[in-house]
């Protein structure tokens, strides 16, 4: 499947106006801070990057994010955030449907240059404690 602004501009080039380029139709993300060292950055381009002082507390948002549903994480070498020209190590978080389909994007968790492994430890500290009503439906 094409990217839909490929067939904008040819429609427009048919009729001697002017197209933008890809680079233009995408927004730029706001820039990270540069001393940030845990981070989760959204899908939307438009958000500002999540900063938190420490891994738990990326964690615990992590958590809270994906209620009951299972995560499923990706480990990346090449985040790109703007005003940085060098890939950044970064884990993309996704939680999981009844199939164990992804569901939905959490975001791209930045970890000050460290992987999966020490996302998932994190993970396992600070899980959520539900409810004594809610345990027994889980």
């Known amino acids: 499947m094409r990217p839909p602004w ?3 501009a040819a429609l427009l080039a048919a009729h001697h106006h002017p197209a933008a380029s890809p680079a233009d139709l995408y927004r730029r993300r706001p820039v990270m801070p540069a001393d940030a060292r845990y981070a989760v950055l959204s899908a939307d381009p438009a958000a500002k990057p999540r900063v938190f ?3 738990e507390a990326l964690a ?3 958590q809270r994010e994906r209620g009951l549903q299972a995560l499923e994480l990706v ?3 090449d985040l790109e ?3 940085d020209p060098r890939p950044r190590r970064a884990v993309t978080v996704f939680t999981l449907d009844a199939a164990n389909d992804r569901d939905r994007l ?3 968790a930045y970890l000050d240059g460290r992987g999966r492994e020490t996302l998932q430890a994190a993970l396992r500290r600070n ?3 539900l409810p004594a009503g809610m345990q027994d439906a889980a």
């Open 106 to 108: 959490i975001g791209h």
């Open 6 to 8: 490929t067939e904008a």
């Open 127 to 129: 899980r959520l404690v």
């Open 60 to 62: 615990r948002h992590i």
């Open 53 to 55: 002082p420490d891994l």
């Open 81 to 83: 955030i703007q005003g």
């Open 75 to 77: 480990e990346t070498e």
